[in-house]
């Protein structure tokens, strides 16, 4: 985990409240290591701020993409810090901490047959750009779902409404880093998604679509295979204040792997999405 300045590259604005944002950070060096694990795995995510001291919190803001010292992230403007990030220029400097949190498990794609879903909600398609790249190059086959809003198109007759989601928020970019891409707007995208015949299924987005998501694989006898990236909100970051507690059932992580302890089983207990986190096997948070 590294601290430090980073050049801002560009901040593009990609529909009426997301933001792409690439800077030029120097103490990444994104190269894998000697275990072939990138410095940055797909569902982790960084601290950031662009100010001294108002507001207090630097902002958690999921990774997007990775190469080399470059590194960006997809936001959306939903308060004052985000609302800050939407203004700054090519050449002004951010802050950036990590990276942080325990990303999706690499490990439960590592063979040429893998076939692998990944299914993100509004916000929450920010860190499946990076997943869809990372597990496509350890040989995996890769499924996209995305699915949007309608009500910041309200204005736009629904036939125009996709046309204009796709060029928005970046399906074209994220078609390129998948073998096949759903995208679904003002409607439910996991009613696209059949859980048989994937070795594992990733989604970040709304809790209410995680969940539907989850009562799906399991009515399937998949459930063990979906994992989920949940979203807190977060004052350190690193699991010190544990602001973002969440309570869980049995499995926890023992050198970056799911495992599972009878003790543990039976009371459950509380989890940092931080730390822990962001991604939990679904069972673990809504097989209470």
Do not use: H
Not at 52 to 76: E, T, W
Not at 124 to 151: E, M
């Amino acid at each position: 985990m590294s601290c430090s300045k980073a050049a801002v590259r560009s901040n593009r604005q990609v529909s009426p409240d997301f933001y792409l944002l690439e800077a030029e950070w120097p103490s990444l060096d994104d190269a894998p290591g000697s275990d072939g694990i990138p410095a940055i795995r797909a569902g982790q995510f960084c601290m950031l701020r662009s100010w001294d001291s108002i507001p207090v919190l630097s902002r958690p803001i999921s990774v997007f993409d990775a190469d080399g010292n470059r590194v960006s992230f997809l936001y959306k403007t939903v308060g004052r810090g985000t609302a800050i990030f939407s203004r700054l220029k090519p050449g002004d400097s951010i802050t950036i901490q990590g990276p942080l949190g325990n990303g999706f498990p690499m490990e439960l794609c590592s063979t040429a047959s893998g076939r692998v879903a990944m299914v993100g909600g509004g916000a929450g398609i920010a860190p499946l750009y990076l997943g869809a790249k990372q597990y496509k190059a350890a040989g995996c086959t890769v499924d996209l779902y995305l699915g949007f809003s309608g009500a910041a198109y309200n204005e736009v007759s629904r036939a125009t409404c996709n046309e204009v989601s796709r060029a928005a928020f970046l399906t074209e970019e994220y078609r390129d880093r998948a073998d096949s891409i759903t995208v679904n707007v003002g409607g439910f995208i996991t009613d696209a998604v059949d859980p048989v015949g994937y070795d594992a299924i990733f989604t970040c987005g709304p809790e209410v679509m995680m969940k539907a998501l989850w009562e799906k694989c399991k009515a399937a006898g998949a459930g063990d295979k979906l994992f989920v990236s949940l979203e807190a909100r977060m004052a350190c970051g690193v699991g010190a204040c544990y602001g973002c507690s969440r309570k869980t059932a049995s499995a926890f992580r023992e050198n970056g792997a799911f495992k599972e302890n009878g003790a543990f089983r039976e009371n459950g207990g509380n989890k940092k999405v931080c730390k822990d986190g962001p991604v939990f096997p679904a069972q673990e948070v809504f097989g209470l």
